[in-house]
Nanobody, 125 residues
Framework: QVQLVESGGGLVQAGGSLRLSCAAS????????MGWFRQAPGKEREFVTA????????DYADSVKGRFTISRDNAKNTVYLQMNSLKPEDTAVYYC??????????????????WGQGTQVTVSS
């Protein structure tokens, strides 16, 4: 059974920080890429960041560049999203996802094969 389980969400004031975790089980931790997406109420799911597994190369949405950092701990089968300088517009449900096979773009949610259940992040002004 392949599972991704997010944790670490919560309520934080603007300017604060949170670290999200995504614990992976099953044979997906050698996937092509792991990504984070988010979805705010009434909006489509959007790309936040992703890491190509073998190279360690990362990609960030312009809206989070310089504030968010994706990282991994291979020993713990866990991917992290460190979020600093949070803004009210960062409020959303955050999802981690695994892309098993290389496709056209790691920014596309349709590329991803497995998804976590999501964790709520709320940033108050």
């Amino acid at each position: 059974q392949v599972q991704l389980v997010e944790s670490g969400g919560g309520l934080v004031q603007a300017g604060g920080s949170l670290r999200l975790s995504c614990a992976a089980s099953g044979r997906i931790f050698g996937s092509y890429a792991m990504g984070w997406f988010r979805q705010a109420p009434g909006k489509e799911r959007e790309f936040v960041t992703a890491m190509r597994w073998r190279s360690g190369n990362t990609d960030y949405a312009d809206s989070v560049k310089g504030r968010f950092t994706i990282s991994r701990d291979n020993a713990k089968n866990t991917v992290y999203l460190q979020m600093n300088s949070l803004k009210p517009e960062d409020t959303a449900v955050y999802y981690c996802a695994a892309d098993v096979v290389a496709g056209t773009s790691i920014r596309r949610s349709g590329e991803y094969d497995y998804w976590g259940q999501g964790t709520q992040v709320t940033v108050s002004s």
